[in-house]
């Protein structure tokens, strides 16, 4: 029997922030379902280089608000993204405003929030960075 990994489902509660914040991780919307009868969208983002459909974010936006379903969409853990360079995407998240939770004091590794309070942890494509400020000295914000 064989599986097939598809995409990770999060629920969203500002569409236009939400998509906002993984087009400035570098993602692109590659799929939009809006359903009329279920009231709600569906946005697939996926990096650039993987439109196939296997790397997809699925932001799912319930236009008449979430109440009944669950608040908390940390139970899952986080999404992963691999970048060419972690001190330049940190650097344009915080310059957008986004709070770096854990700063990539390592040259390797850090973790941001999106405005649904989804985790995201970034990694330093191939070998980790040699330790640069600011991040070398930030402490981390908040958790993740």
Request: aromatic letters at 10%; proline letters at 6%; charged letters at 25%.
């Amino acid at each position: 029997m064989g599986i097939e990994y598809l995409h990770t489902m999060v629920r969203v509660k500002d569409l236009d922030a939400s998509k906002a914040f993984y087009e400035l991780l570098g993602l692109t919307e590659r799929r939009r379902v809006d359903n009329e009868g279920g009231r709600f969208t569906l946005v697939f983002m996926c990096p650039p280089d993987q439109a196939d459909g296997r790397a997809d974010v699925e932001l799912t936006y319930n236009w008449d608000g979430d109440e009944g379903l669950p608040s908390d969409s940390r139970h899952f853990g986080h999404l992963a993204y691999r970048v060419d360079d972690i001190y330049a995407t940190c650097a344009k998240l915080l310059a957008a405003g986004v709070t770096i939770n854990r700063p990539p004091r390592d040259g390797h590794m850090a973790f941001v929030r999106s405005p649904d309070n989804v985790s995201v942890e970034l990694l330093q494509k191939g070998e980790p960075k040699a330790p640069a400020e600011p991040w070398a000295s930030m402490g981390n914000t908040g958790h993740w």
